[in-house]
């Protein structure tokens, strides 16, 4: 199986590719252990898995004109958007899966830098739902 270095990871957020503004992206689905130990386990813990909890986190460099970062993202605060998240190109494959979903935008931190230093702004957005992928 072949390793993948990210050179190419597309992100989208409300319809918007901000893929060149886009530092790093982090998607994690976490699921809940609940706890099923019955007096019949026989002294073992046992569990089952509960409700997921997904999050995107991106780390963009900030850019105010038009279509770009703060025109996407300060109208969606408090709302939520559609994101696209592929890891090599937009071409989708088995190879090159694309997940989307809808995060709810909790946070935006639209300047955010010392003296001389690049303006970021890093999220980290619950997922409302699902997350799906797509292989084809």
């Given amino acids: 199986m072949a390793k993948q ?21 982090n998607l994690t689905s976490n699921v809940a252990e609940v706890g099923t130990t019955t007096f019949a ?14 999050s995107l986190q991106i780390s963009f460099m900030q850019d105010f004109a038009a279509a770009a970062v703060e025109a996407t993202v300060y109208p969606l605060i408090g709302g939520t958007a559609a994101f696209e998240v592929l890891p090599n190109g937009t071409g989708v494959s088995s190879t090159n899966p694309k997940y989307t979903g809808t995060v709810l935008v909790t946070s935006w ?9 690049l303006l970021t702004a890093d999220v980290t957005w619950p997922i409302t739902g699902a997350v799906t992928k797509a292989t084809a």
């Fill in 41 to 54: 386990s026989g002294g073992n813990t046992e569990r089952v898995g509960g409700l997921k909890d997904n």
């Fill in 5 to 25: 270095v990210a050179t190419a990871v597309v992100v989208k957020v409300g319809g918007v590719d901000l893929s060149s503004y886009v530092a790093s992206v």
């Fill in 109 to 117: 931190s639209p300047v955010a830098g010392a003296v001389g230093e």
